[in-house]
């Protein structure tokens, strides 16, 4: 994600508040006032534990690649870990709040939006944090936590949210289905959907198509409560839409954001056809 100019500063007492922001252009209306993005970096900048983290998944394809973040860290402890999802919890809101927006929890996760369930509706930005004690033996002390945000770096309304398409939102509609969270429940801690998968074609879509030979993945996750897989192969033919993959790995996970391969059992070679959009390239 490239860098935004203007920040939310968050100070951190008794209680935590919005102390500061910069308006942007009357022109840019699908822009956050106060920016996720930032608001994030300040979470991560904290504590030492949070910045020795990483970030992940960064994306080579456009609109990935200009509005996708998504970074991770070992936490300390279980109980830090909570305690860290609870206080960015609490900032989403805030911030969301702070835009005159409102959560809406879609299958690719939660969203701030303007004027929800209206066809008035517009994204302001996606957050997500998630925590998972899988691969211990690199966190030894306290459980993986998982941070991303899609939000617009101030590009014009039109082509945010075409983006904020690509990448997972989800236009009013009256066959728009929410998902069931508690009333207390700002963001969801386990998506259906991956950000990014759902159907809309991108650079990243249109290069896989055209590119036989080229080395993609495809993400299965099953059910909420499961971490899912990855399948590896090439490109053999594309028709219609959808790519036929020679797939001869699998592995545990999303691997765009696990911390290492984790190879799973798996056929000596076998093929899945998948719309263009459901892959992605993972050469390296």
């Known amino acids: 994600m490239q860098k935004h100019t203007y920040r939310v500063f968050i ?51 456009y609109p990935k690649s200009a509005y996708s973040y998504a970074y ?36 690719s996760g939660s969203w701030c939006v303007a004027e929800p369930n209206t066809h008035h509706e517009r994204p302001y930005f996606f957050a997500s944090i998630s925590s998972t004690e899988q691969w211990a033996d690199l966190c030894l002390d306290g459980p993986f936590i998982t941070l991303k945000v899609i939000e617009n770096n101030g590009a014009p309304d039109s082509e945010w949210y075409l983006a904020a398409m690509a990448l997972g939102y989800q236009p009013f509609s009256s066959d728009r289905q929410l998902i069931e969270v508690p009333p207390e429940t700002v963001i969801l801690t386990e ?25 993609v993945c495809l993400y299965e996750k099953p059910d909420r409560n499961s971490l899912g897989y990855t399948y590896r192969g090439t490109v053999q033919n594309a028709s219609k839409g959808k790519v036929r993959v020679l797939i001869k790995e699998k592995f545990k996970g999303d691997i765009r954001t696990a911390p290492y391969l984790e190879p799973l059992e798996w056929h000596q070679e076998a093929y899945i056809t998948a719309s263009a959009s459901a892959w992605f390239v993972c050469s390296s």
């Not at 935590?16 to 993005?37: H, I, K, R, V």
């Not at 900032?91 to 929890?105: R, W």
């Not at 998968?197 to 055209?210: A, D, P, Q, R």
């Open 191 to 215: 998506t259906r959907k991956v950000p990014g998968t759902n159907g809309t074609w991108t650079e990243e879509s249109e290069h896989i198509y055209t590119s036989i030979g080229e080395r």
């Open 11 to 61: 100070f951190w007492g008794a209680m935590t508040g919005l102390a500061g922001c910069s308006s942007l252009p009357a022109a840019l209306g699908l822009s956050s006032q106060y920016s996720m993005y930032g608001t994030t970096q300040d979470f991560l900048s904290e504590n030492e534990t949070r910045v020795n983290g990483a970030v992940i998944d960064k994306g080579k394809y």
């Open 72 to 107: 991770r860290y070992c936490s300390n402890t279980p109980a830090q870990a909570r305690e860290d999802i609870a206080q960015y919890q609490n900032l989403v809101k805030q911030v969301c709040n702070g835009n005159g927006g409102q959560m809406i929890h879609l299958d």
